[in-house]
């Protein structure tokens, strides 16, 4: 069955400094991968998204995510995180059947100053 | 822009009521989900609607029912709102596969 798995669950990096969050998802074929965010009592955005091509994805505010697909992996990073990043962080795969996607548990990003 | 409204932001309901979570979008867009969103779980599929009428279970549809009469509109229903109904609901649009998912804000749900 298909999964995405985020192994952090909660991490927190000072402002300023660099960001990586983990995510590996199970699939056969080439999967349509996404990073939402989610802000406290908010919905989810879009962050980026990888359909196929550059294996390097560029999303809003500075996001980058690389798609790894010997190590099924689609990490999200930023260089240098401000403040305001500070939110819940998912990884999602779209379902080889339909539309609908499948999210992992998220990452709680806390930014000290 | 798309929008995608949730009718309530708050809801505290009752067990054993009837419980009505509305959701429309602007896009004019085929698809349509509601999720539930727990502490740790992250999101789960609880209902989809390819088109009018149609509709497809998710991963946890138990207790739960649909209604889409008009493409913009998904209705989620709880027939009989238990305690463990209680938490946050998301509903979100798209045109097809495999395009972006767009969210509603959220209704955080409170069953007493």
């Known amino acids: 069955a298909q999964s995405v798995t985020q192994p952090d669950i909660h991490i927190t990096v000072s402002e300023g400094a660099s960001l990586e969050l983990r995510c590996n998802y199970s699939?056969?074929?080439?999967?349509?991968l996404f990073w939402y965010v989610q802000s406290p009592g908010q919905g989810l955005q879009l962050l980026l998204k990888?359909?196929?091509?550059?294996?390097l994805v560029q999303g809003i505010k500075g996001f980058e995510a690389e798609f790894k697909r010997s190590q099924s992996s689609f990490n999200l990073r930023k260089p240098s995180v401000h403040w305001s990043d500070a939110a819940e962080y998912f990884c999602a795969v779209k379902r080889q059947a339909g539309t609908a996607l499948i999210f992992g548990k998220g990452t709680t990003l806390s930014v000290s100053s | 822009d798309v929008k995608v409204t949730q009718s309530s932001r708050y809801l505290v309901k009752r067990t054993g009521e009837k419980v009505f979570l509305e959701c429309v979008q602007d896009m004019d867009h085929e698809n349509m989900f509601w999720y539930r969103q727990d502490p740790g779980l992250g999101l789960r599929l609880i209902y989809f609607?390819?088109?009018?009428?149609?509709?497809e279970k998710g991963d946890i549809p138990e207790g739960y029912s649909v209604s889409r009469e008009k493409k913009e509109r998904f209705s989620l229903i709880l027939e009989s709102a238990s305690t463990n109904q209680t938490s946050m609901y998301l509903c979100a649009s798209n045109l097809g596969a495999p395009d972006t998912q767009y969210f509603g804000p959220g209704t955080r749900l409170t069953v007493l």
């Open positions: 699939y056969g074929a080439t999967p349509y």
């Open positions: 990888y359909f196929s091509g550059d294996t």
């Open positions: 609607s390819y088109d009018v009428k149609m509709k």
